[in-house]
């Protein structure tokens, strides 16, 4: 039997990820469906590796199933969302929208998907993709990949 699109997108991996996304108030899990369409739409070629660990809810998007080859991710907890830049040190900030200070990871903080297509945003996420060592593919679908869900989580719920 041939898969179609929309059975892909309905299929297991997408009802596990609706029931990480379930776990949050649903204020906080409408926004992080917001954010993550708007995401899948500025890269649709990208992987979604998902994380549900203890700390954080994340959404890499990557170039391949490698977590190095993330561009950025979505990281949601109990108080909000942010959008982190893994090789985010390196980026150019010439509007200083990057918080963060570490030597690697640098984050901005989302109130609302629209953050996402703020001028200064797109130069960064357009930074962020042009910097990684594997370039997004032309043209497949990224696909949804459930890399890691942890036993005992902070509560997802203010």
Do not use: W
């Not at 998907?113 to 497949?140: D, F, I, N, W, Y």
């Amino acid at each position: 039997m041939k898969r179609t699109a929309k059975a892909t997108l309905e299929g297991p991996a997408e009802k596990q990820l609706a029931a990480f996304i379930d776990k949050f108030d649903p204020s906080m899990a409408k926004r992080i469906r917001s954010v993550r369409r708007a995401l899948r739409r500025r890269f649709p070629t990208a992987n979604e590796l998902v994380y549900d660990n203890y700390n954080f809810f994340v959404i890499g998007y990557c170039s391949s199933e490698r977590p190095s080859d993330c561009i950025v991710s979505l990281a949601a907890n109990a108080r909000g969302v942010g959008l982190s830049f893994y090789y985010g040190a390196t980026l150019p900030d010439p509007h200083k929208m990057l918080e963060g200070s570490g030597s690697q990871n640098r984050f901005i903080r989302l109130e609302s998907a629209a953050t996402l297509a703020k001028p200064e945003v797109e130069e960064l996420l357009r930074a962020a993709a042009a910097q990684g060592k594997v370039p997004l593919a032309a043209s497949r679908r990224g696909r949804l990949i459930i890399r890691s869900v942890s036993g005992k989580q902070r509560p997802r719920r203010g």
